[in-house]
């Protein structure tokens, strides 16, 4: 079956640092997104992405964030300057069609500020 | 608002007993979709079930079935037969015409041997 692929599983960066997370959406997907769960919190949503733009984002996904599909395959998420509370896990998701239709995870990758 | 209630944060079932989790969600929209999504230990975020707004029928997925209420907003997941591989947090989840896919809390089932 088709998945969505994460690397790295795991991320250990200092503060104030930039970090990009990877994701391999499934191939035939065209709607990409970020979701991040904060350890014992909800699962929130960040980012959507259709058509090499964004098409949705929240409150969460400030200036410090960015989105790209640099390759046709590959759907990064970069955080400029990280901060503690960016601690969390990222979980990439793709879709075949747009809402609401549902959507296949990744695996997520779980990011470590120290 | 869109929200997704879970008002279970803990559940426990015995071996090959049935358990029931409970989500009810608040919208004004008619077209929707609900999932249920299974994150184990590994935190790896799992679809297990997926009901569309529009259709009477209740998902079913081998052990795992819905009881989709639409009037009365509720959507729980029954799990017949339960193992010890379904010991997880469950997160119940609402998406409509939109791109921002809305969680529960999560309920986190322990199966007793």
């Known amino acids: 079956e088709p998945e969505v692929t994460q690397t790295p599983s795991h991320q250990v960066t200092q503060m104030g640092q930039e970090v990009i997370l990877r994701c391999v959406p499934i191939s035939n997907h065209l709607y990409f997104y970020w979701y991040r769960q904060i350890l014992g919190q909800k699962v929130e949503f960040l980012v959507s992405f259709y058509n090499n733009e964004i098409s949705e984002k929240s409150e969460i996904f400030d200036d410090q964030f960015s989105v790209e599909r640099p390759d046709g395959s590959n759907f990064t998420l970069k955080i400029r300057s990280t901060k503690l509370e960016d601690s969390a896990m990222y979980f990439c998701?793709?879709?075949?069609?747009?809402?609401?239709?549902?959507?296949?995870f990744g695996s997520g990758t779980r990011l470590t500020v120290v | 608002a869109q929200t997704v209630t879970q008002s279970q944060p803990e559940m426990s079932v015995q071996e090959a007993e049935t358990v029931t989790l409970s989500c009810t969600y608040d919208?004004?929209?008619?077209?929707?979709?609900l999932f249920w999504y299974k994150q184990p230990p590994s935190r790896q975020m799992i679809l297990v079930i997926r009901q569309e707004a529009y259709k009477q029928q209740n998902a079913t997925e081998n052990r795992f079935s819905v009881n989709f209420q639409k009037a009365a907003k509720s959507f729980s997941l029954k799990i017949s037969d339960s193992q010890l591989g379904d010991a997880a947090m469950y997160f119940c989840?609402?998406?409509?015409?939109?791109?921002?896919?809305?969680f529960g809390a999560g309920t986190r089932l322990t199966v007793k041997p």
């Open positions: 919208t004004s929209e008619s077209d929707y979709y």
């Open positions: 989840a609402y998406i409509a015409n939109n791109n921002d896919m809305r």
């Open positions: 998701a793709s879709s075949e069609a747009p809402p609401p239709y549902g959507y296949t």
